[in-house]
């Protein structure tokens, strides 16, 4: 997993300048549609090799846990998924507009 997360954090540093490019062409006083549907692809691209990446650490730390730490895993898998859709909630909330 470590290693996963490394691969995956250099992937993200790189999607910066994806990112960066993308705000840039969006205020632009011309748009070029062609050029932000490249970054677009090329954002998306990012985004499945990071998936990809996450499934196959997963599937390497499942071929060598034993089905308890599996378990385990699956539940500290399902507290996060549950704390970050808490945050995502609050966060919500919190911009949401108050008249």
Request: no cysteine; aromatic share 2%.
């Amino acid at each position: 997993f470590k290693a996963a997360r490394a691969d995956v954090r250099k992937q993200r540093d790189e999607g910066q300048a994806l990112r960066q490019q993308m705000m840039a062409l969006m205020a632009a006083p011309q748009i070029d549609a062609a050029a932000a549907e490249s970054l677009r692809q090329q954002q998306q691209a990012r985004h499945d090799a990071a998936s990809k990446r996450w499934l196959q650490a997963m599937l390497d730390a499942q071929a060598v846990l034993t089905p308890e730490q599996r378990q385990k895993l699956a539940e500290r898998l399902k507290a996060r998924q549950e704390m970050m859709q808490r945050h995502q909630r609050e966060r919500r909330a919190t911009d949401a507009p108050r008249s």
